[in-house]
């Protein structure tokens, strides 16, 4: 479009694979349509570091003309979901993506798009879908939507979702860029934001994850559902400090590459405990509980993780692995690093420290299949969203999530901006949601952000980590609104520059952090059982009972806790 409209048809939040499907449905149902992004788009985003597998029943990918498990069907897709999540799924939104994706993938196809098919994969009872690279996904994703005509604004940090009567009218944020806080007005909005991760101090993504989205919805008068679920994935490296986080133990093994062995400090493989069938090859949900147990229970390695080991395997299964893998070189490039140093010291037959890491947002804005928040112009889709996964998610179901829920919310943003126009420019908590942007800055004194990251990231990993007891969730509860009294207020900008102000950016994610952790306390406090990601080392015990989402909303100015039973539309919970 040569020419910016004074107020765009559809404003997608976010430019990884769910907001930039989402763009382009959008534009493809006529709507003017732009992309605002945190940051570089196709630089920034869970997108480009997944592992980039897209889930799709066998039956389906035959359909499309591909080879593949005939035998594996969307019941088969359902019922390896649902029962992945522990049935605290929302089987609405299941069906939805299992009935859908095979549409998408089509669509991936016509485009031209390179990819394989999966192997099978933990949880799964068929090698099910394709896999193309994180990376790849993005670079053609992003280069479709250019086509198309959606546009774009990078460096844009939203904070405010605008309001008037109720209805979203647009999105107040920083353009980093320059310094200035501006408004952008549109028919509808699509928060396409990503997860949450980015509060814990161990994780897989990427720093800009810190949960503005689900932020700037319940503040809007959305729900948040299941906020205590969040998914680690196993065997991300504890140490050395410059590594820490890295998915390459995973990568290499136990489960995606060659089968090594998780051990305790006294050499045993505790898993046996755990799973003693599939051993490493359980769900990311157990082994992220089993590493985490042993850590608690004093069994962890110096840094606090457990030991990972290759050593029962010839060095040349090890030195072969590249020959077939899909995401690392010949010479041990992976994602950027070089990974030589660690792997001739796994061939030395040393064990390395291994840790769970905060990898996917189970829980989210509330939504239905429609991609409806229950906010007027207010629609949200992918990591976003939460109660798709329930209690744990499969590989290669974020990808199946995003393509799917992406086109739902994009033509559902079109139609309702046809159907709901804003009448001018103007929202009626502009101010407020200016002076709540733009305190930070004007403070020259106080406390610096990044040294509130820090207690933040803390509270995230020992009160919401993949093990968990009501002292250390009552502990974190009373610690956060301390801080929410004491520091918050007082968050302040060491430099007067408005260019590029790390301490300003740093600032507005701490405060979507004290909404994310907030919300995900009370969730926690209130599922006093395990299931899932949501382990309590005080209640180990199977549960049987009922199950129930968290329901988080703001009552006044708090958040608060209610539930709501889970449905079972299309399978019974046993």
Same mark, same amino acid.
């Given at each position: 479009?040569?020419?910016?409209?004074?107020?765009?048809?559809?404003?997608?939040?976010?430019?990884?694979?769910?907001?930039? /499907?989402?763009?382009?449905?959008?534009?493809?149902?006529?709507?003017?349509?732009?992309? /605002?992004?945190?940051?570089?788009?196709?630089?920034?985003?869970?997108?480009?570091?997944?592992?980039?597998?897209?889930?799709?029943?066998?039956?389906?990918?035959?359909?499309?003309?591909? =080879?593949?498990?005939?035998?594996?069907?969307?019941?088969? @897709?359902?019922? =390896?979901?649902?029962?992945?999540?522990?049935?605290?799924?929302?089987?609405?939104?299941?069906?939805?993506?299992?009935?859908?994706?095979?549409?998408?993938?089509?669509?991936? /196809?016509?485009?031209?798009?390179? @990819?394989?098919?999966?192997?099978?994969?933990?949880?799964?009872?068929?090698?099910?879908?394709?896999?193309?690279?994180?990376?790849?996904?993005?670079?053609?994703?992003?280069?479709?939507?250019?086509?198309?005509?959606?546009?774009?604004?990078?460096?844009?940090?939203?904070?405010?979702?605008?309001?008037?009567?109720?209805?979203?009218?647009?999105?107040?944020?920083?353009?980093?860029?320059?310094?200035?806080?501006?408004?952008?007005?549109?028919?509808?909005?699509?928060?396409?934001?990503?997860?949450?991760?980015?509060?814990?101090?161990?994780?897989?993504?990427?720093?800009?994850?810190?949960?503005?989205?689900?932020?700037?919805?319940?503040?809007?008068?959305?729900?948040?559902? =299941?906020m205590e679920m969040t998914?680690?994935?196993?065997?991300?490296?504890?140490?050395?400090?410059?590594?820490?986080?890295?998915?390459?133990?995973?990568?290499?093994?136990?489960?995606?590459?060659?089968?090594?062995?998780?051990?305790?400090?006294?050499?045993?493989?505790?898993?046996?405990?755990?799973?003693?069938?599939?051993?490493?090859?359980?769900?990311?949900?157990?082994?992220?509980?089993?590493?985490?147990?042993?850590?608690?229970?004093?069994?962890?390695?110096?840094?606090?993780?457990?030991?990972?080991?290759?050593?029962?395997?010839?060095?040349?299964?090890?030195?072969?692995?590249?020959?077939?893998?899909?995401?690392?070189?010949?010479?041990?490039?992976?994602?950027?690093?070089?990974?030589?140093?660690?792997?001739?010291?796994?061939?030395?037959?040393?064990?390395?420290?291994?840790?769970?890491?905060?990898?996917?947002?189970?829980?989210?804005? %509330?939504?239905?299949?429609?991609a409806n928040t229950g906010?007027?112009?207010?629609?949200?889709?992918?990591?976003?969203?939460?109660?798709?996964?329930?209690?744990?998610?499969?590989?290669?179901?974020?990808?199946?999530?995003?393509?799917?829920?992406?086109?739902?919310?994009?033509?559902?943003?079109?139609?309702?901006?046809?159907?709901?126009?804003?009448?001018?420019?103007?929202?009626?908590?502009?101010?407020?949601?200016?002076?709540?942007?733009?305190?930070? @800055?004007?403070?020259?004194?106080? !406390?610096?952000? @990044?040294?509130?990251?820090?207690?933040?990231?803390?509270?995230?990993?020992?009160?919401?980590?993949?093990?968990?007891?009501?002292?250390?969730?009552?502990?974190?509860?009373?610690?956060?609104?301390?801080?929410?009294?004491?520091?918050?207020?007082?968050?302040?900008?060491?430099?007067?520059?408005?260019?590029?102000?790390?301490?300003?950016?740093?600032?507005?994610?701490?405060?979507?952090?004290?909404?994310?952790?907030?919300?995900?306390?009370?969730?926690?406090?209130?599922?006093?059982?395990?299931?899932?990601?949501?382990? %309590?080392?005080?209640h180990k015990d199977a549960?049987?009972?009922?199950?129930?989402?968290?329901?988080?909303?703001?009552?006044?100015?708090?958040?608060?806790?209610?539930?709501?039973? !889970?449905?079972?539309?299309?399978?019974?919970?046993?």
């Amino acid at each position: 479009m040569s020419e910016s409209p004074s107020v765009w048809d559809v404003i997608v939040l976010g430019g990884g694979a769910a907001g930039l /499907v989402a763009a382009f449905h959008a534009r493809q149902a006529g709507a003017s349509v732009l992309v /605002v992004n945190k940051g570089l788009v196709g630089r920034s985003g869970a997108t480009i570091t997944s592992g980039g597998g897209v889930s799709i029943a066998g039956e389906s990918l035959r359909a499309l003309g591909l =080879d593949a498990d005939a035998s594996d069907t969307e019941e088969r @897709f359902l019922h =390896d979901t649902i029962t992945a999540g522990s049935w605290l799924n929302d089987q609405q939104l299941v069906e939805s993506m299992v009935t859908g994706v095979g549409e998408e993938v089509g669509r991936l /196809v016509d485009w031209g798009i390179k @990819f394989t098919l999966n192997r099978r994969a933990p949880g799964h009872s068929s090698g099910r879908g394709i896999h193309i690279s994180g990376v790849d996904m993005q670079r053609a994703l992003t280069r479709i939507a250019v086509q198309a005509g959606v546009s774009f604004r990078e460096d844009f940090q939203s904070t405010q979702l605008l309001q008037r009567q109720g209805e979203v009218v647009g999105v107040l944020g920083l353009d980093r860029r320059t310094g200035s806080v501006d408004s952008i007005f549109g028919h509808a909005t699509v928060i396409a934001t990503g997860g949450a991760t980015s509060n814990w101090s161990l994780r897989t993504a990427p720093e800009e994850l810190s949960g503005e989205g689900q932020r700037m919805a319940v503040e809007a008068g959305a729900t948040l559902i =299941d906020m205590e679920m969040t998914q680690f994935l196993p065997c991300c490296l504890a140490a050395p400090a410059i590594w820490r986080g890295l998915q390459f133990p995973w990568i290499l093994g136990p489960q995606s590459g060659v089968h090594a062995w998780l051990m305790n400090r006294f050499g045993e493989r505790f898993m046996a405990r755990w799973d003693p069938a599939r051993m490493e090859l359980a769900t990311r949900d157990m082994v992220s509980a089993a590493c985490a147990t042993e850590v608690y229970e004093g069994r962890g390695s110096p840094n606090g993780g457990v030991y990972l080991s290759w050593k029962h395997l010839p060095n040349d299964i090890i030195d072969n692995f590249p020959l077939n893998s899909r995401n690392i070189s010949a010479d041990w490039q992976w994602e950027g690093f070089d990974m030589t140093p660690l792997v001739e010291r796994i061939k030395q037959g040393y064990a390395i420290e291994v840790a769970p890491a905060a990898h996917f947002s189970l829980g989210g804005v %509330r939504v239905d299949k429609g991609a409806n928040t229950g906010v007027p112009g207010l629609f949200a889709c992918g990591e976003a969203t939460g109660a798709m996964h329930g209690a744990n998610r499969l590989s290669g179901n974020a990808g199946a999530q995003v393509l799917v829920q992406g086109r739902v919310a994009g033509v559902a943003a079109a139609r309702d901006a046809r159907d709901r126009r804003a009448r001018d420019r103007h929202a009626e908590n502009l101010g407020s949601a200016y002076a709540t942007t733009i305190a930070p @800055f004007e403070r020259d004194s106080g !406390v610096v952000p @990044f040294e509130l990251k820090e207690p933040l990231s803390q509270l995230a990993e020992t009160a919401l980590g993949p093990v968990r007891t009501a002292e250390s969730i009552a502990k974190a509860q009373a610690t956060l609104a301390d801080l929410k009294d004491n520091a918050l207020p007082q968050l302040a900008c060491r430099t007067r520059d408005l260019m590029w102000n790390r301490d300003w950016s740093d600032a507005l994610e701490c405060q979507a952090a004290f909404s994310v952790l907030d919300a995900a306390l009370l969730g926690a406090a209130g599922r006093t059982h395990s299931i899932g990601a949501h382990q %309590r080392h005080d209640h180990k015990d199977a549960y049987a009972g009922p199950l129930s989402h968290s329901l988080i909303r703001y009552d006044g100015q708090a958040l608060v806790r209610d539930t709501t039973p !889970v449905a079972f539309p299309f399978l019974a919970r046993p």
